[in-house]
């Protein structure tokens, strides 16, 4: 069974992943930066491209050696080609290209929001096309039906931050450090979310996009007032956002086709209370509700080795360049915001 070697750089992870055709992950690796920018309150790119070149190397030959394999025992080189930041891109993709021309192995250019879209279908060999994924992280936040490999049609985006981002910045207007998300779902547990009147932007729009700017400004200006608890205001915030994601998913699924499921991926889908109205809203279409498990759903690079296995066969030039963006639908018509995040 042939066995595809994936590279993960686009963001804050520097990952690894050996992925057998089966399904089986054989070996993974995945190097956080976490502590690195942590005193910046969000992902700096000159430090990330930096600790991307210093560990991916080593990472990989790591997992090489955890599968008790070697490169010529691969059958394909797959790396994250966009979109993402561009530095730690580049280290990733020209990491691959080495391998690939060292090993003489095919090189498999991957689309990072592909390797998200195709990751529940690593997990759930049962999931069929085509299915509507709400994929939800700190730099995307799009609805898409998966219709097959290559085969993407964007129903929304944002028009400003993503869901991840908005968290993020939640968490460093209530001093929670980074990342944030976690933190403000922590924090909302304790408070009340009724107490602070918080906008839900773009709720009940007939344009099926999201957008997250409004809400956040207005947490910074309700903490600027000093009236509220911290723990009032995460819940207030974190039952905004969950409003705004059911609302604007759910008009995204009047606009699908006929779909098999309602998927979600992408950092944010570790958040429990947004996983269970999303489980409601599934149940309310009569629709399955699949979610992958947290370390699918984050990024990583067993996703992107799937995302290689699905697409075996293709073999991309040594001069492909990395793409700071990449749509996966080219299609989808441009939105205000100039879809800076799509
Ligand atoms: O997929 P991911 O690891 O990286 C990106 O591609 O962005 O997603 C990270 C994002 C961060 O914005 C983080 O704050 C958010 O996912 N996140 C959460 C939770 N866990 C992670 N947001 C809300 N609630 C959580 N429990
Ligand atoms: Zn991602």
Redesign the pocket.
Known sequence: MRVVLGIESS?D?TAAALVREDRTILAQRIASQDEEHRPYGGVVPEIAARAHADRLAPLIAATLADAGMQLADVDAVAATAGPGLIGGVMVGLVSAKALAMAGDKPLIAINHLEG?ALSPRLADPALAYPYLLLLV????CQVLEVRGVGQYRRLATTIDD????A??KT?KILGLGY????A??RLAREGDPGKVRLPRPLLGSAEPHFSFAGLKSAVLRAKEAGIHADADLAAAFQQAALDCVIDRTRHALGMAGDVTALVVA???A???A?RTALQELAAEHGLPFVAPPLAL???NAAMIAWAGVERLGQNDSLDFAARPRWPLDPDAAPVRGAGVKA
Request: proline share 7%; net charge negative; glycine share 24%.
């Open positions: 963001c992870e998200h992280s700190g730099g995307h993503a869901l991840g981002e968290f993020d968490a990342p944030g998300g976690p403000v779902e992408g950092g944010v570790a958040n429990q947004i759903c984050t990024d």
